[in-house]
Antibody
Framework: EVQLVQSGAEVKKPGESLKISCKAS????????IGWVRQMPGKGLEWMGI????????RYSPSFQGQVSISADESIRTAYLQWSSLKASDSGTYYC?????????????WGQGTLVTVSS | QSVLTQPPSVSGAPGQSVTISCTGS???????VHWYQHLSGTAPKLLIY???NRPSGVPDRFSGSKSGTSASLAISGLQTEDEGDYYC???????????FGGGTKLTVL
C-alpha cells in the first residue's frame, strides 16, 4: 500500500527555520517524484515544487523559488520542505504528493498534511 | 490568481447532478487535466486523471471531459458525503510547472 506520512504540526515564530518531512512507503521511492503543495487558510491548493529522489533534481514554482528549499534522502525514503526564515504568511497546511514527473502526470497519492503556524 | 479558472461554488440536492468547469489556456497546448476531491479534514484525493480516467475505487458517478480550452467534472447522484472542494490541475508551460485551479466548493443541499 502506497503511503506518504508527514511530520506533525509546527508552531514557530517569524524568523525561525523549519524543516518538515514526508516519509514514503509501499513503492519504489526513486521511481517517482515528490511534490509539495501549499494550502493557506481558507484558500486553494498551490504547487510549490517537486523533487526526484533518484538524483535530487528539483524544480520550483516561480512563486516559491528562493522562498523554500525542497530535498530528498533516498536512503530513508523521505522528502523535505525547508524554510530558513519563516514569515507569518508561511502559515498554512503543506501536503506532499507522489508524481511521475511528466507534464501530463498527476499527484496520485497524498500525505495527510502538516499544519504550520507562524506567529509571534 | 490561478491560470485555471473554476467557479467558486456549485450546489445541488441529494440525487441530483452537478458540473464543475475548468478553463485554461494550457489546455490548448494539449496538456491533460486532472481532478481532485478535498473533503474537510482529509488529504486531497485524485478523482479523475488525464481528462476522463477514473482511478481504481472512484465511483462512476464521477466523470470528466475536456474540449479545447475547457474541462468539466460531472457528479451524478449527489450524496451528502460529496460535499467539499474540487480542484482541477494541469501543466502550464509558461510557468514551467504544474498548476491548480482556484477550487470549487460543492454544497449538497
Amino acid at each position: 500500500e502506497v503511503q506518504l506520512v508527514q511530520s506533525g504540526a509546527e508552531v514557530k515564530k517569524p524568523g525561525e527555520s523549519l524543516k518538515i518531512s514526508c516519509k514514503a512507503s509501499g513503492y519504489s521511492f526513486s521511481g517517482y517524484w515528490i511534490g509539495w503543495v501549499r494550502q493557506m487558510p481558507g484558500k486553494g491548493l498551490e504547487w510549490m515544487g517537486i523533487v526526484y529522489p533518484g538524483d535530487s533534481d528539483t524544480r520550483y514554482s516561480p512563486s516559491f523559488q528562493g522562498q523554500v528549499s525542497i530535498s530528498a534522502d533516498e536512503s530513508i525514503r523521505t522528502a523535505y520542505l525547508q524554510w530558513s526564515s519563516l514569515k507569518a504568511s508561511d502559515s498554512g497546511t503543506y501536503y506532499c504528493a507522489r508524481h511521475r514527473g511528466g507534464y501530463d502526470d498527476n499527484f496520485d497519492y497524498w500525505g495527510q498534511g502538516t499544519l504550520v503556524t507562524v506567529s509571534s | 490568481q490561478s491560470v485555471l479558472t473554476q467557479p467558486p461554488s456549485v450546489s445541488g440536492a441529494p440525487g441530483q447532478s452537478v458540473t464543475i468547469s475548468c478553463t485554461g489556456s494550457s489546455f490548448g497546448a494539449g496538456y491533460g487535466v486532472h481532478w481532485y476531491q478535498h473533503l474537510s479534514g482529509t488529504a486531497p484525493k485524485l478523482l479523475i486523471y488525464r481528462n476522463y480516467n477514473r482511478p481504481s475505487g472512484v465511483p462512476d458517478r464521477f466523470s470528466g471531459s475536456k474540449s479545447g480550452t475547457s474541462a468539466s467534472l460531472a457528479i451524478s447522484g449527489l450524496q451528502t458525503e460529496d460535499e467539499g472542494d474540487y480542484y482541477c490541475q494541469s501543466y502550464d508551460s509558461s510557468l514551467s510547472g504544474w498548476v491548480f485551479g482556484g477550487g470549487t466548493k460543492l454544497t449538497v443541499l
